[in-house]
């Protein structure tokens, strides 16, 4: 489908603490079921499109393909139903990630199942699942949250021509499947010697590609934390619990694009580099 040059347009994301928006339509009054009941968390065929599309862009880049999250797709669905957390103007600040009951996307994530954080995507007015996917791949924030690397699934929903993609880096719809525990004989009784206290690590091995890893060494700048890493290192994120948002730091980029200034001890980040090597804190 064409875009109709009449109608307004807008999209949003969620990937770092940024927001990007255009001019949209004025929604209607009815919202979504409450916290996170809704009619259509399965795809229809608009979705189902949308999917394909965000998929097939990942293996343009050579990236691994998204799996349908349960979890992602009824908080995907909830947000595009609930109507009266759109907004009526370009400024109007309904227009955002936050839905009608005050939540932002890994809350409302998490009251639908979904365990870990969630990334998302919105867009409304743009008349269909490829206009809207062309919209947000022509938006760097947008386009960065489809091809980031260490996602693994999405959930999808559309409503009345309100998109909403969530994104995450936990598979929630794969059942574990336990080993079966082995019968071993009771060994007899040794003593044992007292268990050495252990040292936070100094350096740790980084593959290429981004690596989920927890930070152990003392407080500071991320320049001079990450500073070891040297041209290959890429990015490295952070998710802000508190705010609900992504904080980030790309080496050589101003302050106001560098959220993530300085780490403490015991943060979890993602690491992206180029190449193999070795980290040095």
């Known amino acids: 489908m064409g875009r109709n040059p009449a109608l ?5 994301l969620v990937a770092v603490c940024t927001a990007l928006a255009l001019s949209l339509t004025t929604p209607g009054a009815v919202h979504a079921g409450a916290n ?27 990236l691994s393909p998204l799996v349908i999250s349960p979890g992602l797709n009824r908080t995907a669905a909830w947000k595009s139903a609930d109507r009266s957390a759109w907004g009526t ?4 600040p309904l227009f955002s990630h936050k839905d009608s009951l005050g939540r932002m996307p890994t ?51 559309e409503h009345d021509d309100r998109w909403t993609a969530n994104f995450g880096i936990f598979n929630d719809g794969a059942a574990a499947v336990p080993a079966p525990a082995a019968t071993v004989a009771p060994a007899a009784p040794v003593s044992q010697a007292k268990p050495a206290v252990p040292q ?11 690596t989920r890893v927890v930070y152990t060494g003392p407080g500071g700048w991320s320049e001079d934390i990450f500073g070891s890493l040297g041209s290959s290192l890429e990015f490295v994120y952070t998710w802000d619990g ?9 080496p050589g980029e101003p302050s106001y694009v560098n959220s993530l200034a300085w780490i403490e001890p015991g943060v979890e980040v993602i690491v992206g580099v180029t190449s193999a090597g070795t980290w040095e804190w």
């Open 8 to 12: 307004p347009m807008a999209l949003v």
């Open 36 to 62: 996170c009941e809704t009619a259509g968390a399965g795809l229809s065929a608009s979705e189902q499109e949308m999917f394909d599309l965000i998929n097939a862009a990942r293996a343009a880049e050579g």
């Open 89 to 92: 103007t370009p400024s109007d």
């Open 107 to 157: 809350q409302r994530a998490n009251d639908c199942g979904f365990p870990k954080d969630a990334a998302e995507n919105i867009a409304y007015g743009w008349g269909s699942a490829r206009a809207t996917f062309d919209a947000w791949m022509a938006s760097s924030g947008h386009r960065a949250n489809i091809l980031m690397s260490y996602y693994v699934t999405v959930g999808i929903g």
């Open 200 to 210: 936070p690590p100094k350096a740790m091995k980084l593959g290429a590609g981004a």
């Open 242 to 250: 508190a705010h609900g948002c992504w904080l980030r730091y790309v």
